[in-house]
């Protein structure tokens, strides 16, 4: 396993916008699929996007889509979020998980976003989103 590091975390006021990278040598040759996931205080982790390094599909948790976009970067050897139009519902750590098991040919190949998806996580960046 290569080991994840997430940076790009903050704090910014509603309606604003932070890009998290997620960064790890070399990559896109070692795990086929990304994903970013999120913990609020006092609840569950959920996944919000994820993506095929290879083929770059991507997939939303509906509640960030047309908000979020995932992407993969092969030059600088990172996956990033970029979050707009940010709410204080928004505020959470976020995680970048990873895994070398495949996307869903079932799905249209695209990766999971469930914590049983990936088996290398990162540190996670926080999130605070103001009113």
């Known amino acids: 396993q290569v080991p994840l590091v997430e940076s790009g975390g903050g704090s910014v006021e509603a309606g604003g916008s932070l890009r998290l990278s997620c960064a790890a040598p070399?990559?896109?040759?070692?795990?086929?699929?990304m994903g970013w996931s999120r913990q609020a205080p006092g609840k569950e982790r959920e996944g919000v996007a994820s993506?095929?390094?290879?083929?770059?599909?991507?997939a939303y948790a509906d509640s960030v889509k047309g908000r979020f976009t995932i992407s993969r970067d092969k030059a600088t050897s990172t996956v990033n979020l970029q979050m707009n139009s940010l709410k204080p519902e928004h505020t959470a750590m976020y995680y970048c998980?990873?895994?070398?098991?495949?996307?869903?040919?079932?799905?249209?190949?695209?990766?999971?976003?469930?914590?049983?998806?990936?088996?290398?996580w990162g540190q996670g960046t926080q999130v605070t989103v103001s009113s």
């Open positions: 070399h990559l896109y040759s070692v795990y086929s699929c």
């Open positions: 993506i095929f390094t290879t083929g770059a599909v991507a």
């Open positions: 998980a990873a895994t070398m098991r495949g996307p869903r040919p079932y799905t249209g190949y695209t990766c999971g976003m469930d914590q049983g998806d990936y088996n290398t």
